[in-house]
């Protein structure tokens, strides 16, 4: 299959892959405290069985190799996507039992290792199913659509719950048959991607791949150039971020007296499921084409502004604390905008750090390191916020960009990477 073949075809397949791949996370890392918290667990046991729930992202680059030795990416996100629709389907069997708990944390086991390995998979696809000036047009779309997942996962499946707990009055029921109906829409995602992910791989040469020595895989990535001080970067880009996606609903549903703004679970899902979700559109869309016409070097500083200076805007809405909904929606849709504007960026880098033989594991190990960058910040978001209020906390966040900000002068990359062909 020629370039030109290949990304005739985008368009058809990037959306729904990088939805795909969103989804999972979504539901595992941040809808699973929303139902266990309706579901009566503590606030203890939820902050620490939850966050052991990011481990598969985290190490994911140590099974990576294998994605890229064995089999095809194709064939290995396929069935990752459909382990973790039958990985949900189990947990809204197991919601209505005594020892949901342990069982439902099971399944959500095996769901994190599915779609860890299916973002490897899926990653690695990306970059050898597009050629390189498209897979900087598109990184704007794919880093949309995940972003849509996760609005959808913390948005609209909420809603959905909520309404259920309403018609049903019994938590346990509308929970388990929201997980059923999540599974079910996992399936379908799977055959769309079925349907429309080209077979690529059968005529790409992955021999030199398959010579590899599994150890090399890692020797090679830590012996690029400048690599400690790119991974310094891809850990800190987000360091204000990955605190502020941890606190933001909590905030947005407590108590006035608790310093939150009293919002109900239903306007908090539907403030990100639908003004969240065109914001974050419009913003990731713009990211990817700007980078594509100018490259990277021009827009590395502005984008992860854009990502951290919205959240100034948090600090004004904790120390006022309005009473209408409006002013809450702003803020979301502006930091969501930034935020798919800001990531843009963030990707294009991951994808240069990723380049070479190895450019699945590379990319793996890579976005590992950027997993480790929001898991132990996130973990630690809450015990600050509670040390400090919303109104510290959210003013500690903005100071928290200032690393990845500096960093930007020292990181060495193309001036031009990502930038389209005028031809």
Not at 17 to 30: A, K, N, R, S, W
């Amino acid at each position: 299959m020629t370039e030109q073949q290949k990304d005739k075809n985008s368009w058809a397949w990037v959306p729904s892959l990088y939805f795909t791949e969103g989804l999972p996370y979504v539901i595992v890392i941040t809808l699973s405290v929303i139902m266990y918290k309706k579901l009566g667990i503590s606030n203890s046991d939820i902050g620490i069985y939850t966050s052991w729930l990011y481990l598969p992202w985290v190490i994911k680059p140590l099974w990576s190799p294998l994605v890229d030795i064995k089999s095809t990416k194709r064939k290995w996100f396929l069935g990752m996507q459909l382990l973790i629709a039958i990985a949900f389907l189990g947990v809204g069997f197991t919601i209505p039992l005594n020892n949901f708990f342990v069982l439902s944390l099971a399944c959500f086991w095996i769901a994190a290792f599915a779609s860890a390995t299916n973002d490897i998979a899926s990653d690695g696809y990306y970059l050898i199913a597009l050629s390189e000036k498209k897979q900087s047009f598109f990184l704007g779309v794919r880093s949309t659509f995940y972003r849509l997942a996760m609005v959808t996962g913390q948005g609209l499946i909420v809603v959905l719950a909520g309404f259920l707990e309403g018609y049903y009055g019994d938590n346990q029921k509308a929970w388990s048959f929201t997980m059923i109906i999540t599974a079910v829409f996992m399936i379908i995602l799977t055959v769309i991607n079925l349907c429309t992910t080209p077979k690529v791989e059968e005529n790409t040469d992955r021999s030199e791949a398959q010579k590899i020595d599994f150890i090399d895989v890692f020797i090679t990535f830590f012996q690029k150039k400048q690599i400690w001080v790119a991974l310094a970067f891809i850990l800190v880009y987000r360091l204000g971020e990955s605190q502020l996606v941890k606190m933001a609903s909590p905030f947005l549903l407590d108590g006035i007296e608790t310093g939150g703004l009293a919002l109900s679970t239903t306007q908090v899902g539907t403030i990100y499921g639908t003004f969240g979700i065109i914001a974050l559109t419009i913003g990731g869309i713009l990211g990817g084409v700007v980078i594509s016409m100018h490259g990277l070097k021009k827009w590395m500083l502005p984008m992860i502004l854009a990502l951290n200076l919205p959240n100034l805007l948090y600090v004004l809405l904790s120390f006022w604390q309005p009473s209408s909904v409006v002013f809450a929606t702003i803020v979301v849709i502006i930091e969501q905008f930034g935020y798919g504007f800001g990531f843009a960026a963030y990707l294009m880098f991951l994808i240069y750090v990723a380049e070479g033989v190895s450019k699945t594991s590379h990319y793996a190990i890579a976005t590992g390191f950027m997993a480790l960058g929001m898991m132990l910040p996130g973990m630690a978001s809450g015990i600050i916020q509670e040390a400090i209020g919303y109104t510290g906390f959210f003013i500690w966040v903005v100071i928290t960009a200032i690393p990845g900000i500096l960093l930007t002068r020292y990181i060495q990359y193309p001036a031009t990477y990502g930038k389209k062909d005028k031809n």
